[in-house]
């Protein structure tokens, strides 16, 4: 696992908000972001969830990609608790 870049920014406190600064980036400014400037996140999820089909639906319906849908929903759920 990769790790650079944590020790010098050490561990959020929650209490005083999200570790990235300004505001939450919109999805269309996360859909501009270059195949070059993205990570790949690779992870299992319970079958329960229907993630694949609904995230699926979701882009058939509005056009955005699933890769966008988990990295808005991600940064949302970590700036909530402060990370």
């Known amino acids: 696992m990769r790790t650079e870049g944590f020790a010098a920014v050490g561990r959020p406190d929650p209490r005083r908000?999200?570790?990235v600064p300004g505001e939450a980036p919109t999805l269309g400014e996360?859909?501009?972001?270059?195949?070059?400037?993205?990570?790949?996140?690779?992870?299992?999820?319970?079958?329960?969830?229907?993630?694949?089909r609904r995230a699926g639906l979701y882009r058939l319906d509005h056009r955005v990609d699933v890769q966008d849908q988990v990295a808005a929903a991600l940064d949302a759920w970590l700036r909530e608790r402060g990370y």
């Open 17 to 19: 908000g999200p570790s």
């Open 30 to 52: 996360i859909s501009a972001t270059p195949a070059s400037q993205r990570r790949q996140l690779n992870i299992g999820v319970p079958e329960s969830l229907m993630l694949h």
